[in-house]
Structures are given as structure tokens and as C-alpha cells.
């Protein structure tokens, strides 16, 4: 079971690392906000280990990300 929790881990790690790149032509608010969401959805998977967790720690790094840039 903690394979498939780290495996998930490192899934989701990856594709925040990758949508990083997509990033160019966004405004530096919208960057922070989906910055916030992917750290926030990897942190939400490392700790709870759900689908519900992750969703959650995605919202609300997205909400938090996007509040920092103001």
C-alpha cells in the first residue's frame, strides 16, 4: 500500500513539474494560483492518500496561490 501511495506521489509530482511548463504565456497570477494547485494537490495526495484529499489540497492551493499574488 505505501508503494501505490508513493507511486501516486511521484505521478502527481511529475505532472505538476510538467504543466510548469505551460506557464509561459500566463500572467504571473494565473502562474501563482496553478503553482498552488499543484503543490497543494501533491501535498493533499502525500498526506491524505485519497482522491478527496488531493481535490481538496488542490482547491485550496489554488485559492491560496492565487490570493498571494494580489
Known amino acids: ?19 510548469l511548463s505551460a506557464c ?15 503543490v497543494g494537490g501533491a501535498a493533499g495526495a502525500v498526506i491524505g492518500g485519497s482522491a478527496l484529499s488531493t481535490l481538496g ?4 492551493g489554488g485559492v491560496i496561490g492565487n490570493q498571494v499574488g494580489k
Open 57 to 60: 489540497g488542490a482547491a485550496v
Open 24 to 38: 509561459d504565456g500566463m500572467t504571473t497570477r494565473q502562474r501563482d494560483t496553478a503553482v498552488g494547485a499543484g
Open 1 to 19: 500500500m505505501k508503494t501505490f501511495h508513493r507511486s501516486g506521489a511521484v505521478a502527481t509530482l511529475v505532472a505538476v513539474v510538467a504543466s
